[in-house]
């Protein structure tokens, strides 16, 4: 049973161009939903988090758009650069305030054409 | 980088073997979780210990076990090795509580033959 699923697979962008991931979530008891990137060979890095007592967050090019009553949230990624392309993964959690215990979206691999 | 070190960063092993990894939590954290990511899948979670007790376990058998010692840093083993156990084994430091973020170590690739 997959609990976040998370599109588009894989994504091009150009650069200087938005790039957009979505995820969807079942389960509304989850209440912390970070977003890490992850480049090949390496361990996801967080990048973003939001917990649902806010709609919007934004840290430098990143924001983190959530929608409780559509069970949905979103990363979009501005001004998009060559060294954005990795893979990136949301995840939630539904064990509040314990940030280790999380459940993967199956990522995004993200390409940025200079 | 973070503060998070595993060790080794890759390994062989024969089916039906044993393996042991390892992993260093961030200074000021003290649960540490394991994940098993498989190639092009997002990462799964195994359990998290805490306070040298496991704190919640995925759906993993119980060949996949774990231990934490006093420093917090934290052992994975599997037994019986199987084939489909070949993947990027992660470990990320945390705290349980107070809002603190969860950071993950590079990772260690297992390939069972």
């Known amino acids: 049973q997959q609990q976040v699923k998370q599109s588009p697979q894989s994504l091009i962008v150009q650069k200087g161009g938005i790039s957009i991931i979505n995820c969807a979530y079942e389960?509304?008891?989850?209440?912390?939903f970070p977003w890490y990137q992850q480049f090949p060979g390496k361990g996801p890095a967080l990048l973003i988090a939001i917990r649902p007592d806010v709609s919007e967050k934004k840290e430098g090019r990143f924001t983190i758009s959530f929608n409780k009553s559509a069970k949905q949230f979103s990363l979009h990624i501005m001004d998009s650069q060559p060294g954005d392309s990795a893979t990136y993964f949301c995840a939630a959690s539904r064990d509040s305030g314990n940030t280790g215990k999380l459940i993967f979206g199956q990522g995004t691999t993200l390409q940025v054409k200079p | 980088e973070t503060g998070v070190t595993q060790s080794p960063t890759h390994l062989i092993k024969t089916r039906g073997q044993q393996v042991t990894l390892r992993c260093s939590s961030q200074s000021g954290h003290n649960t540490v979780s394991w994940y098993q990511q498989a190639l092009g899948q997002g990462p799964q979670f195994i359990f998290q210990y805490y306070r040298e007790e496991e704190n919640g376990r995925g759906n993993f058998p119980p060949r996949f076990s774990g231990l934490q010692f006093p420093n917090y840093s934290s052992e994975l083993n599997v037994n019986a090795l199987e084939l489909d156990d070949s993947a990027l084994y992660l470990c990320?430091?945390?705290?349980?509580?107070?809002?603190?973020?969860?950071?993950f170590g590079q990772g260690t690739r297992l390939t069972v033959v």
């Open positions: 990320a430091s945390s705290r349980p509580s107070g809002n603190t973020e969860a950071f």
């Open positions: 389960n509304t008891a989850f209440d912390y």
